[in-house]
């Protein structure tokens, strides 16, 4: 059975021949708290508005932004989600070589693949390592590669990473992004579940380094997913040339509007931290003891490993639960797979068909 990937609710639900609300969805790691309440009434405020096109330059959503992050309005470029932004980045820059860790997020690789005359090469996490990045080795990994681009080199890294949860502290991800400059490498550095994360952001340091790019994602901490809503952080004048790439009106108003009411909302935020931490806590918990093991995670995901991880979702899937099978990431096996962090009955409602899975 080929499962679903990546959050389609839509064909589950059709093959499953269930209504989509029938579905539970752990293959997407969104915020179960839902849509916060501003955002909601800012959507509503500006259905009326449907009839205009939207504003191209987001001018008003990028203030917002930019008095949320500390940074110049100048510096932010806001996209159809932070996904539009990677292929956008790849397009506009063409790098000759990318250099990617290995597993992680795939559309990395996929941007570089659809722009012609760029070689990807993988810098392998390791398994025996918890997957988790070493510093060292991938700054000499950098090195190694810019000497075979002509300088034209771009270094991809998601912090945390996606799928494994593995986060690189702030100080790390700073040398890192000193030694690129050093080299003048683009690095490109994804930050879509770093808001899950707090105080690990390297945002700031766009305005001091010209070869860094920062992605943002507010889809994931504001479950904002079917609006799609991103920006990127880039110093001025690799600004000037995604801009130049861009295409025109890809935010819609409803997703502006959504977007800088949510970034007002501070109750919401500290709810989340709460919630995480609760049901963080109850997932753990529950997979030590049916024997499911799992990697550290800070963010509102879990990489787990199984031996028998296709049945286990094969099963699921035909209850409407969706897992997010591993299988097709770079580095890791079909005994892998991963699930988002839920609310608490969802979680529970997991816990109970895993283990009778394993029974």
Excluded at 52 to 65: A, C, M, Q, S, V
Excluded at 113 to 131: S, W, Y
Excluded at 182 to 208: K, L, N, Q, Y
Aim: glycine fraction near 8%; charged fraction near 25%.
């Amino acid at each position: 059975m080929n499962l679903p990937h990546g959050g389609n609710i839509y064909r589950v639900a059709e093959c499953l021949r269930k209504k989509e609300r029938e579905i539970i969805d752990f293959s997407a790691s969104i915020n179960p708290l839902g849509i916060p309440e501003g955002a909601v009434a800012a959507i509503t405020r500006n259905i009326v508005s449907l009839t205009n096109y939207p504003d191209p330059d987001t001018k008003g959503l990028r203030r917002k932004i930019a008095e949320h992050e500390g940074l110049n309005p100048a510096s932010i470029v806001c996209g159809n989600g932070s996904t539009e932004l990677i292929y956008l980045i790849v397009r506009a820059l063409q790098p000759e070589r990318a250099l990617i860790p290995a597993p992680t997020f795939s559309e990395y690789e996929r941007a570089c693949r659809v722009t012609q005359g760029i070689t990807t090469v993988h810098f392998p996490l390791r398994k025996e390592d918890g997957f988790l990045l070493n510093p060292g080795e991938f700054i000499r990994a950098i090195g190694k590669e810019r000497s075979k681009s002509g300088g034209r080199l771009m270094a991809f890294l998601c912090n945390p990473n996606n799928p494994t949860g593995a986060l690189i502290s702030r100080k790390e991800m700073l040398e890192i992004a000193g030694a690129a400059r050093d080299m003048g490498v683009t690095f490109v550095v994804d930050e879509a579940f770093t808001d899950f994360c707090p105080g690990h952001s390297i945002s700031d340091e766009v305005a001091r380094n010209p070869y860094l790019v920062v992605l943002k994602s507010l889809t994931k901490i504001y479950a904002l997913s079917g609006l799609r809503m991103g920006y990127a952080i880039l110093p001025h004048e690799l600004q000037k040339k995604a801009l130049t790439a861009k295409e025109p009106w890809t935010v819609n108003t409803l997703a502006q509007a959504a977007a800088s009411a949510a970034l007002d909302d501070t109750a919401y935020i500290e709810e989340t931290s709460r919630l995480m931490a609760s049901q963080k806590g109850l997932l753990e918990s529950g997979l030590g003891r049916l024997g499911i093991s799992f990697l550290p995670s800070r963010p509102n995901y879990y990489l787990l490993s199984h031996p028998r991880a296709q049945e286990i979702q094969i099963s699921l899937y035909r209850q409407g639960i969706m897992l997010r099978d591993c299988s097709n990431f770079a580095g890791l096996d079909k005994t892998y797979f991963r699930i988002a962090v839920k609310s608490e009955a969802d979680n529970t409602r997991l816990l109970e068909e895993l283990r009778g899975c394993l029974e």
